[in-house]
């Protein structure tokens, strides 16, 4: 599978990443030849094979609900670049 | 006095506690040499010049009066993916500008409750992304290794090349590290020193910038055996903070080292004999096959038939996990922020900013990989052949084979700038080839140096273990290191 510049567009959209016009091409180019390399996976029989969720055999531990931890929003918002009585500031969303 | 930095970590321990020089002192030789190599060798991000001083002067204490740690006044480089409170931790990525987090990462908080002394923090490819240490914000690492002759600046590998090429320049006394492809073993190898990936579940995760997080696991880098299993020993542990974390008690690594390979069965996986392999890897993996011979260790030709397929399931496996984890860096809760005419812009242009090519290329492809439509072709086809994978060395396991020895690279160091390289990532995607693998199957590897190109640049090999079974890969590599015999020191001209 190849991806044309249209679909270069829309994954830069996806990631939330600028694509600027002049720079599809490369990205173009970069994503067939990662995607040629993969494409020999499609030489495995996977037919059966479970796909792998965890390489230890292991159940995710669950804990407690209840508070462990909080309590200080300043630490929180400490390294944001720009904030508000604790809040996160970002530009309006609402009209 | 002698050049306290030559010392390796168990020789520095020694000399604290017999009172031979204090924490100060060493800590004191260690700055020093940072000052003048750093310019050159570009291994740190940031020197904590105060806090290290600070640290040292506590640990002078606590050697003169009682409850020294095992760790007790060593002073460490940390790479600049672990969370370190109020300390630089920014990945080596520019999106994460001025970031200082409030929490400190489990790994080095067990290395502070040992008493370790903290240099500063280590450069690395960004985000964990290379094999070169090209990648990063703060521009390459140079290797303190040169070839026979010359003067060109070669890498030290990655991505943890800051912490490889300090170890190797003495400007720590051993660094730790993260592996999610190689990034360990692959920079000790080309700079003489030491680097061990554990099992997965072994060191905790928690504070640790996330790259691909079922494939990502801290480890250390040292000059000898002896010194990254004393590293290891303090790294590791349960901790309820990674729900993937192993409730296992920790052996102590260092007590492992001299057991040797009498009675052992190492395997020799036949696919690991890449076409095109350099004569002088076939040479050195050869080498090591005698050596383990001649210490008692049986051999045992094993098949792993699924190892050409590690390193293109590894390149859908972690960019799907980085897109997933990368996803937080968007300019509002830290870092670089760029303004644009509504948030999405904002997020868009930030990301652009702030993220260098490699990682866009890996974010670019993550996100696709797992798009509408493509995810079965791609992410779960590509889950399913890492099953098949760890198989082949569960099955390798099960028949008898104790440990596995395989060349740790495909080459030596190679340029920095190497155009080959940098016009096509396949290319540079292969210097991982022979410890992908351990990766997708969540083993632990170690790289050891073993022996030197025609060009006098460091080769290493790597052993494969079983689950949990460090222990054996420290024996093993003790013996490699035994045999070859050979003083890693690179030449300083810095």
């Known amino acids: 599978m190849s991806v044309d510049a249209a679909t270069v567009k829309r994954i830069g959209r996806l990631a939330r990443i600028r694509v600027e016009e002049n720079e599809v091409e490369k990205y173009q180019g970069e994503i067939n030849a990662i995607l040629g390399f993969v494409e020999q996976l499609d030489e495995v029989d996977v037919t059966g094979v479970e796909p792998m969720t965890s390489v230890t055999p292991m159940q995710l531990r669950r804990r407690d609900d209840v508070v462990t931890d909080g309590g200080y929003p300043e630490k929180v918002v400490a390294n944001a670049p720009l904030t508000e009585d604790n809040f996160f500031m970002v530009p309006k969303v609402i009209e | ?494």
């Open chain 2, 1 to 494: 006095m002698t050049d306290l930095t030559k010392l390796t970590l168990a020789a520095a321990r020694k000399g604290l506690a017999d009172k031979a020089f204090s924490a100060t002192e060493l800590t004191g030789a260690y700055l020093s040499a940072i000052d003048a190599a750093n310019p050159k060798l570009n291994a740190y991000v940031a020197i904590t010049r105060e806090k290290a001083l600070e640290d040292a002067a506590v640990s002078d204490k606590r050697l003169a009066n009682g409850g020294a740690g095992p760790l007790e006044g060593i002073p460490l480089g940390i790479k600049d993916l672990f969370g370190t409170q109020g300390v630089h931790t920014q990945a080596a990525s520019h999106i994460l500008d001025g970031f200082k987090p409030e929490y400190e990462s489990t790994v080095t908080a067990n290395l502070w409750r040992d008493g370790a002394v903290m240099l500063g923090k280590l450069n690395m490819d960004e985000f964990a992304m290379g094999s070169s240490n090209e990648t990063s914000y703060y521009g390459p690492v140079v290797n303190p290794w040169r070839s026979n002759g010359s003067n060109a600046q070669l890498v030290p590998g990655g991505s943890s090349g800051g912490s490889a090429a300090a170890v190797s320049a003495w400007l720590c006394a051993a660094a730790t590290a993260t592996d999610t492809g190689g990034s360990i073993r692959q920079p000790a190898a080309f700079t003489g020193t030491v680097g061990i990936k554990p099992t997965y579940g072994r060191c905790s995760r928690w504070g640790v910038v996330a790259f691909a997080s079922s494939l990502d696991q801290a480890g250390p880098i040292a000059r000898t055996v002896e010194d990254a299993a004393i590293m290891l020993t303090s790294m590791s542990g349960f901790d309820a903070k990674d729900s993937t974390s192993v409730d296992l008690a920790v052996p102590d690594f260092a007590a492992a080292v001299e057991r040797g390979v009498k009675g052992l069965t190492i395997g020799i996986p036949r696919e690991y004999r890449m076409d095109g392999m350099p004569d002088e890897i076939e040479a050195l993996w050869k080498q090591g096959i005698d050596w383990m011979v001649a210490e008692g260790a049986t051999i045992k030709d094993i098949s792993l038939p699924h190892t050409k397929y590690a390193l293109p399931a590894y390149y859908i496996v972690a960019p799907a996990e980085a897109s997933s984890n990368l996803a937080r860096y968007d300019g509002v809760k830290y870092g670089l922020r760029v303004t644009g005419k509504d948030i999405t812009d904002m997020y868009e242009l930030t990301r652009a900013k702030g993220f260098g090519a490699e990682v866009r290329r890996r974010l670019m492809i993550g996100t696709y990989v797992l798009s509408a439509g493509y995810y079965d072709a791609y992410y779960v086809r590509a889950q399913k052949v890492r099953t098949l994978i760890k198989r082949d060395f569960e099955l390798a396991f099960a028949d008898g084979v104790d440990a596995i020895l395989t060349p740790a690279t495909p080459s030596a160091a190679f340029g920095v700038g190497d155009e080959d390289m940098s016009a096509d990532p396949v290319k540079m995607y292969l210097n991982d080839i022979f410890t992908v693998t351990v990766n997708m199957a969540g083993l632990p590897g170690i790289a050891v140096p073993a022996g030197k190109d025609a060009a006098g640049l460091p080769l290493g090999l790597q052993l494969i273990g079983k689950p949990f079974d460090e222990e054996t890969l420290f024996a093993a590599g003790r013996v490699i290191e035994r045999s070859a015999a050979i003083d890693f020191s690179p030449a300083k001209w810095w």
